[in-house]
């Protein structure tokens, strides 16, 4: 079964940092995309920033200069560093990865439970 786990939210004051995990666990035979996605109340879910493989990264224009992704391909965990952290980061975020299970099987999308980041004085 495979399972994405994320951890690392929390409450935080405007200036914080917080560094969230996500760990991905189960029988895979590739991981491809992993990022991460916030979902404010009464907002669409949003990228916020996903990194390839290979390590190319993208970011959404809002997190540029204070977030960082990056994963771990031996453990098969994707992080997102987030420092300076603004009352308008407030969200529920979501770990996402792009999931191969077979070498010429097709790819999935999974998703985390998510987790919430409060930024809040």
């Known amino acids: 079964q495979v399972q994405l786990v994320e951890s690392g939210g929390g409450l935080v004051q405007p200036g914080g940092s917080l560094r969230l995990s996500c760990v991905v666990s189960?029988?895979?035979?590739?991981?491809?995309?992993m990022g991460w996605y916030r979902q404010a109340p009464g907002k669409q879910r949003e990228l916020v920033a996903g990194?390839?493989?290979?390590?190319?990264?993208n970011y959404a224009d809002s997190v540029k200069g204070r977030f960082t992704i990056s994963r771990d391909n031996v453990k098969n965990t994707v992080y997102l560093q987030m420092n300076s952290l603004k009352p308008e980061d407030t969200a529920v975020y979501y770990c996402?990865?792009?999931?191969?299970?077979?070498?010429?099987?097709?790819?999935?999308?999974?998703w985390g439970q998510g987790t919430q980041v409060t930024v809040s004085s």
């Open positions: 990194i390839t493989s290979g390590g190319s990264i």
């Open positions: 996402n990865a792009d999931l191969q299970f077979s070498r010429w099987g097709s790819v999935y999308a999974y």
């Open positions: 189960g029988s895979i035979f590739s991981i491809h995309v």
